[in-house]
């Protein structure tokens, strides 16, 4: 197992130290980084960096030294930002494998919580794919659960522009919960990652309509004519729309995401009502059959008042 060298701190020129080729975190923010620029400026480095230390030959035939970071790189590129030019590392001794730089990297921002969820699925990738760790494996070595690794590696599912959206923090986590629903459903799923976008759904209500579209996706039969009714509805009103048939009638069930976008819906459909024929909107559906007008005038004579009250309607 590889220890410190000689369990002492030393101090090593900034420039001579090479960042890790494995370094998981691909963002760094510069605001925070800044911020910890301005501490170090005041208190100095307060916890070592810890870097692996090479001899390599030079061209004029001396001996030289070089060290590469296996941990702290926040703390490094921060120290350059203050300017300062020494900074304290410890140096690791003893065979330093690309595993070992990977792991330590990828659990030094775990336990800091400093990789994004995007970051932190790729380091889990590379540890499974190119170091054949099983998803418990690299569960025991962070700290977390098989279900958390596997949960995470995921993520990497969605397309780029997803993944680059929950890197940026312009969705979150619980977000991909709802999109990875729907990754055999790829318009569907760009479709509700940009109302996620644009209308700011919380997960809840992404969740929600990513529910609807997998039980649309199950029905056992298929009605065509209800489906292009659907399409129609969700046409005129720029909303999604389901119609779910029952044995007798059904209900027509229409999304909406605050009080605004509920009064924009019924100001379209008052002016739908306006300016669309009662012939327009009959000429698809099939015509009453005898029993069933002698049915509907009985109807209409008990429940004129209540024909076009909101109680009949769910939204």
Same mark, same amino acid.
């Given at each position: 197992?590889?220890?410190?060298?000689?369990?002492?701190?030393?101090?090593?020129?900034?420039?001579?130290?090479?960042?890790? %080729?494995?370094? %998981?975190?691909?963002?760094?923010?510069?605001?925070?980084?800044?911020?910890?620029?301005?501490?170090?400026?005041?208190?100095?480095?307060?916890?070592?960096?810890?870097?692996? #230390?090479?001899?390599?030959?030079?061209?004029?035939?001396?001996?030289?030294?070089?060290? !590469?970071?296996?941990?702290?790189?926040?703390?490094?590129?921060?120290?350059?930002?203050?300017?300062?030019?020494?900074? %304290?590392?410890?140096?690791?001794?003893? !065979?330093?494998?690309?595993?070992? =730089?990977?792991?330590?990297?990828?659990?030094?921002?775990?336990?800091?919580?400093?990789?994004?969820?995007?970051?932190?699925?790729?380091?889990?990738?590379?540890?499974?794919?190119?170091?054949?760790?099983?998803?418990? !494996?690299?569960?025991?070595?962070?700290?977390?659960?098989?279900?958390?690794? $596997?949960?995470?590696?995921?993520?990497?599912?969605?397309?780029?522009?997803?993944?680059?959206?929950?890197?940026?923090?312009?969705?979150?986590?619980?977000?991909?919960?709802?999109?990875?629903?729907?990754?055999?459903?790829?318009?569907?799923?760009?479709?509700?990652?940009?109302?996620?976008?644009?209308?700011?759904?919380?997960?809840?209500?992404?969740?929600?309509?990513?529910?609807?579209?997998?039980?649309?996706?199950? #029905?056992?039969?298929?009605?065509?004519?209800?489906?292009?009714?659907?399409?129609?509805? =969700?046409?005129?009103?720029?909303?999604?729309?389901?119609?779910?048939?029952?044995?007798?009638?059904?209900?027509?069930?229409?999304?909406?995401?605050?009080?605004?976008?509920?009064?924009?819906?019924?100001? #379209?459909?008052?002016?739908?009502?306006?300016?669309? $024929?009662?012939?327009?909107?009959?000429?698809?559906? !099939?015509?009453?059959?005898?029993?069933?007008?002698?049915?509907?005038?009985?109807?209409?004579?008990?429940?004129?008042?209540?024909?076009?009250?909101?109680?009949?309607? $769910?939204?």
């Amino acid at each position: 197992m590889s220890r410190f060298y000689n369990d002492s701190v030393f101090w090593v020129e900034v420039d001579k130290i090479k960042p890790n %080729p494995y370094q %998981p975190r691909r963002e760094f923010d510069e605001v925070h980084l800044k911020s910890l620029a301005d501490s170090i400026r005041q208190y100095g480095v307060l916890q070592a960096l810890v870097v692996t #230390r090479k001899e390599v030959e030079k061209g004029d035939g001396g001996l030289g030294v070089e060290y !590469e970071l296996v941990a702290g790189e926040r703390r490094l590129r921060a120290s350059k930002l203050a300017g300062l030019l020494q900074v %304290p590392v410890l140096i690791r001794t003893g !065979e330093e494998t690309d595993l070992i =730089k990977l792991e330590l990297a990828i659990i030094e921002n775990i336990q800091r919580e400093d990789l994004n969820p995007v970051d932190r699925a790729r380091a889990f990738e590379r540890l499974s794919k190119e170091f054949n760790f099983k998803h418990h !494996e690299i569960g025991k070595k962070v700290g977390k659960s098989r279900e958390y690794v $596997s949960n995470s590696v995921r993520i990497l599912t969605l397309p780029e522009a997803m993944l680059n959206a929950l890197s940026d923090n312009k969705i979150t986590e619980g977000h991909t919960r709802p999109l990875m629903m729907l990754v055999d459903r790829p318009q569907e799923q760009e479709t509700l990652f940009k109302e996620i976008m644009a209308k700011k759904l919380n997960v809840r209500e992404a969740e929600s309509i990513a529910r609807h579209i997998a039980v649309e996706r199950a #029905r056992k039969i298929i009605d065509n004519e209800i489906i292009e009714i659907e399409n129609q509805f =969700k046409e005129k009103l720029g909303s999604r729309v389901r119609i779910e048939k029952r044995d007798e009638g059904g209900r027509v069930t229409i999304d909406f995401f605050n009080k605004d976008d509920l009064r924009a819906l019924l100001e #379209r459909i008052a002016r739908e009502g306006e300016t669309v $024929s009662t012939e327009t909107l009959i000429k698809n559906i !099939e015509p009453l059959t005898e029993e069933e007008q002698i049915l509907a005038e009985d109807e209409t004579k008990n429940d004129d008042e209540s024909l076009y009250s909101i109680a009949n309607f $769910s939204i």
